[in-house]
């Protein structure tokens, strides 16, 4: 028998196929089987958890009928506490207003009897002080009457004093108005009746001495 | 031509402030002449200044040896006698009635005989002064009136316008 490469090429493809058809064989059984170790366990941790909720349950259960019981009994108790409570309350009220009742009517007594010895001594006061003002003010428009009738004479007395004034001024310009007047009136007749009537030859000769005299005083002095 | 003109000669035509003005304007006018006109001052003093004003300024160039032919020397001198009128002191008189020409040259006279400077008068009329003067010169200024004095004593006054009429 001739073996050739080729033979033995084939054989050891077949060979190694086959070897590798095994090993996917024994791969695929360890997965089936690691799947079903992992169901079985699966199935029993399940089977643990119903176990435990269902006891869960029944404690749970046997837990709220207590708590029911419990609740009923302290529901009942309650209520008797607050029908006692509301009655003590109610004597702590009524003895609290007593209390106070008499605490006002004594501090009402009292406050009274302050106010009616403020009142008196108020009016005691504002009368001691009336009849003092009083007796003050009457001092002192007696005073006033006779420092008025002082001042009222020395009033007099400057009034009529610029009185007196008053007319001599007026008197006195009145006198200068009329001397004024007088002086106007002469002046005024001079004029009309002295002016005419002096000659030309008289005012030229009034004219030249009115020249020298104005020399003499230095009036052409350069 | 001397430094101070002579205004002398002029005397009689320059009594008052309103114979200066008379004066001044013959003289305003040959300057005028000469300015605008180009006419030599002999032709104007000849032609257009009244007699004996003509001939009185032609005296007053000749004495000051002015050539009136010779336009500058002319116009100088003219120039000179307008300032120098212009110049002349003024007395001023205010009186009650207007001045005549007879005491015109009376006042005239008497401050020619009096004052050594050459003055002129300005007159003002004041009815209300009655007689004499009041007098003003040099900012001097003297009040001599009847009216002033009848105010001060008036029957002194009285009786010497009595005495006088």
């Given at each position: 028998m001739i073996i050739t490469a080729d033979y033995i090429i084939m054989i050891i493809t077949i060979t190694g196929v086959l070897a590798v058809l095994g090993a996917i064989a024994i791969f695929l059984h360890a997965v089936i089987k690691k799947e079903h170790d992992f169901q079985e366990k699966e199935k029993g941790v399940f089977k643990d958890y119903q176990a435990i909720i269902d006891k869960a349950h029944t404690e749970a259960q046997e837990v709220l009928e207590d708590t029911s019981q419990a609740a009923q009994r302290i529901l009942s108790q309650t209520r008797g506490t607050n029908e006692n409570m509301a009655s003590d309350l109610d004597k702590v009220l009524q003895h609290i207003a007593q209390k106070h009742i008499e605490l006002l009517n004594d501090q009402a007594t009292t406050l009274n009897q302050t106010y009616e010895k403020k009142v008196v001594e108020l009016l005691q006061t504002v009368q001691d002080q009336f009849i003092k003002e009083l007796e003050t003010k009457t001092q002192s428009l007696v005073t006033k009457a006779t420092t008025s009738e002082d001042l009222l004479d020395q009033k007099t007395k400057e009034l009529l004093a610029n009185a007196e004034k008053e007319i001599a001024e007026y008197k006195k310009e009145r006198m200068t108005k009329v001397e004024e007047q007088i002086s106007h009136i002469v002046e005024k007749t001079y004029q009309d009746i002295l002016g005419r009537s002096i000659p030309a030859e008289v005012q030229q000769n009034l004219i030249i001495e009115a020249l020298e005299k104005a020399k003499k005083e230095g009036t052409f002095e350069l | 031509m001397s430094q101070a003109l002579d205004l002398q000669p002029l005397r009689s035509y320059l009594r008052t402030t309103y114979d200066m003005r008379m004066v001044l304007a013959p003289l305003e006018e040959l300057q005028q002449a000469f300015y605008k006109?180009?006419?030599p001052f002999i032709e104007t003093l000849d032609k257009q200044i009244p007699f004996p004003l003509s001939d009185t300024l032609k005296q007053m160039a000749s004495k000051e040896k002015?050539?009136?032919?010779n336009p500058t020397q002319a116009q100088e001198f003219f120039v000179q006698m307008q300032k120098a009128i212009q110049q002349i002191p003024v007395v001023h008189v205010t009186m009650s009635f207007q001045p005549t020409i007879a005491l015109i040259n009376t006042m005239i006279r008497w401050l020619s005989e009096n004052i050594t400077s050459f003055v002129i008068l300005d007159f003002d009329i004041d009815?209300?002064?009655?007689?004499s003067a009041k007098i003003q010169f040099n900012g001097k200024y003297k009040d001599y009136s009847i009216k002033k004095r009848l105010a001060e004593h008036p029957m002194d006054v009285a009786n010497q316008e009595q005495t006088n009429g």
């Open positions: - | 006109q180009k006419q002015i050539d009136l032919a009815r209300t002064l009655i007689g």
